[in-house]
């Protein structure tokens, strides 16, 4: 991709050639390797190189047009700007998007520095130890089915009319393993687990291994699970995944469409315990792909949702900002209609819990590891659920593993039943969470 100051320069000269007065651009491009590997041999390595720059272009009579493209030469942008111009004479007539009001305030110095990128040949040698590793960990464990080690180099840029220009570059490396046993008359039992870091060098591959060598072996002697009502705790992955799946509640743009659990006049109102705080939180300091501006240039912050269980605020972008009366918070990604969305959740305790609890004390509670088939087990705009997952019966720190069982709830509720957030959080690919304490939850075993 070429320079930004470039694609700036040609975006002007071009606007100027054809009239246009008002206009942004957003662009990302992504270079990556990855490499998958089976039973020691390397199974996949790929490598790819991705650009895109959406335009979007304001007319006479400030409706707007947008395209995208992959070719920001002068020619490809010329061609764009001049595409986007004919398509905003077919734009909507309401709630026509605008620039961010914050699209040109400083941002303090961000930029990373990128990684030196290892060859692939050094992400296969490395990912074949690791899988060797498991394979050792235990006789039962026969494969490591699904497994990837990545890198990769991101730059992003955001420019418009108006003077506006934000750039920034980072790089990532990620591994994930999941691995699978095999015994003599029994179910395959099957776990993973995910580690991210800046740097290839830095990256927890070891600490991947021994999560996913001891997540599998402890499944390996599952037992039914009795129907009915028990205390659960969430592992940090699936209450997030949760909370994921019900992100309606803090998005200011499902709000508009009337899509949401939340309506304008919930800020304020108590709807969860108090013992609960959610933030998103682009720039907390765990999140290592962490953004500072968004798809409309405006810079990423905390954006406090939930504090001490009261709902504080919803995530914006430049227009849905404008029409509920408040600031934009750095959630939007561009596009012909703009999008808001979460960017790093950071949940933690609130208040002084009257209670506290322990794995090692608490006497049949089950630990939810990891929710299943959240495409189809949740009906985010009822807030129930009924999802399939991965865990224990856990009886004063003996842990059992259950055979098949399903999780069913309604949202809203869950977040008043939690009795206690605890104290340790723990990364996990959506934001830092700790275990979730709820009270009591359906739980069917098969």
Known sequence: MPKIEEIATYAKDNAEK????????????????????????????????????????????????????TDVDPKGLELALKTAYEASFFGVKENVPDFSPEATIPIPNTHHEKAPQAPASELIEKLLVAEKELLAAHPAIKGVPYNGLAQRDIDRFYLNSDGAIRTESHSLASVYLYSK????????????????????????????????????????????????????????????????????????????????????????????????????????????????????????????????????????????????????????????????????????????????????TAEDVILIDDLQA????????????????DGWLINKGVKTSIESATVAGDFLEVLNSIIYVEKEVELTPGGVCPRIWVNELSITGE
């Not at 491009?29 to 959406?54: C, H, I, L």
């Not at 807030?383 to 399939?388: K, R």
Request: with cysteine; charged share 20%.
């Open 181 to 360: 046993t095999e015994e003599e008359g029994k179910k395959p039992r099957s776990a993973g687990a995910f580690r991210i870091n800046q740097k290839l060098d830095s990256l927890d591959i070891n600490g991947c291994i021994k999560e996913t060598a001891e997540k599998t072996i402890s499944h390996l002697n599952y037992e039914k699970v009795q129907t009915g009502k028990y205390r659960v705790v969430f592992s940090p992955e699936a209450f997030l995944s949760l909370l994921g799946a019900f992100s309606n509640l803090f998005n200011a743009q499902s709000i508009l469409d009337n899509q949401s659990l939340s309506n304008p006049d919930d800020l304020g109102k108590q709807i969860a315990s108090p013992l609960l705080s959610v933030f998103d939180d682009a720039l907390h300091p765990a999140n290592v792909g962490a953004e500072s501006f968004d798809g409309e240039g405006t810079p990423t912050r905390q954006v406090s949702l939930i504090e001490n269980g009261v709902l504080k605020s919803f995530l914006h972008s430049a227009g849905t900002a404008k029409r509920l009366n408040a600031q934009p918070t750095g959630n939007a990604s561009i596009g012909a209609k703009v999008s808001v969305g979460p960017n790093f959740y950071h949940v933690f305790a609130a208040g002084f819990p009257e209670q506290q609890f322990s794995l090692d």
């Open 374 to 389: 959240l495409h189809a087990g949740v009906k985010a705009l009822q807030g129930s659920f009924s999802l399939p997952f």
């Open 18 to 69: 054809l009239g246009i007065k008002k206009f942004d651009i957003y662009g990302s491009a992504v270079d990556e390797t990855s490499v998958q590997v089976d039973q020691g041999e390397p199974k996949q390595v790929k490598a790819s190189n991705r650009s895109g720059v959406t335009v979007r272009v304001w007319n006479e009579e400030n409706t707007m047009g947008v395209t995208s493209t």
